[in-house]
């Protein structure tokens, strides 16, 4: 069934999840291709606005007001397109497909002993992600739910390479209720990586997390908080590199005939070559020169 014989609703909603299914840092590139499917200017503006404003929540979109970092998420959400944020006491409408904040309105916080043990984590945060991202952003955020004190630290790095055919997002969230004594951290972390040269290959990786904190005091609970946070990235990145080392291995072992042994050398073949003479062979000699560049390129 193509596009031109559904109802109007029935291509929104295609329209809306085909916007969805977009990587991290390519909605508009995925926006971009579907109008030159659509032409339908009216009605792609407004499922680019609505995905859109999803998209930013879901992938923790990055802004900048004031000099300081804001990170959207459903966290932040004010309802009608707005979110808010709690360090320049702001709230605005984000549109992605222009990149433009608008409608940027002053916004009150209460100030009470919830906003400065906010203020101290995120200062504790920042030096965290400063050591450990090349350029990472965070945010400390808070929130009330039945009269319960809650704090959402959100951390977000990417690198969108469009031009060398990759893009990567690492992600991470961590929640916990302003208790006296104790209290129950619960983290995700989340990392996205698209490969697009050669081949179309999507990895998806998250992990949740529960952990216990004591509090005694604001500091204390600061140094904690980020060496918590530390730790458990920490032991998410290792084990993300040693499943995907075992991906490639597995994956080598199926590309080759019979199990050969993996040694991680590269080989000079055409000194080989060239020392044994094999003037002979030239095909041959190609044909083992390609493989070990590929195989050194697969590990």
């Not at 990587?23 to 606005?49: S, T």
């Not at 990392?191 to 999507?202: D, G, K, M, P, T």
Request: overall charge neutral; hydrophobic content about 40%; proline content about 3%.
């Amino acid at each position: 069934m193509t596009l031109s014989v559904l109802s109007r609703k029935d291509k929104e909603r295609v329209i809306r999840r085909l916007l969805l299914q977009a990587p991290p840092g390519e909605f508009v590139n995925a926006f971009d291709d579907l109008c030159l499917l659509i032409r339908d200017e009216k009605l792609m503006h407004h499922q680019g606005e609505c995905a859109g404003h999803q998209h930013c929540q879901k992938y923790s979109v990055p802004l900048c007001i004031d000099g300081n970092p804001v990170l959207l998420s459903h966290h932040n959400v004010m309802g009608d397109y707005r979110f808010f944020d709690h360090q320049s006491k702001l709230s605005f409408k984000y549109y992605l497909l222009q990149n433009q904040l608008k409608d940027i309105q002053s916004h009150g916080i209460i100030q009470n002993e919830a906003e400065y043990l906010r203020v101290v984590l995120l200062c504790a945060l920042k030096l965290y992600v400063n050591d450990h991202y090349p350029k990472g952003n965070c945010n400390m955020l808070r929130k009330t739910v039945k009269s319960k004190e809650y704090l959402i630290a959100c951390i977000e790095d990417h690198n969108y390479e469009t031009g060398e055919c990759w893009n990567g997002l690492w992600k991470s969230k961590w929640i916990f209720q302003v208790n006296p004594f104790l209290t129950q951290v619960t983290g995700r972390i989340f990392v996205q990586a698209h490969f697009f040269r050669c081949v179309n290959l999507h990895i998806e990786i998250s992990k949740d997390l529960k952990e216990s904190l004591e509090i005694v005091n604001q500091a204390q609970l600061a140094l904690s908080f980020a060496r918590l946070v530390e730790e458990q990235e920490n032991k998410f990145q290792a084990a993300v590199l040693e499943e995907l080392q075992e991906l490639s291995n597995e994956a080598l072992r199926k590309i080759l005939r019979r199990d050969l042994p993996v040694t991680r050398t590269l080989i000079d073949w055409h000194r080989i070559l060239s020392d044994l003479n094999l003037v002979m062979y030239p095909k041959l000699g190609y044909v083992i020169y390609s493989r070990s560049v590929l195989c050194n390129w697969i590990i």
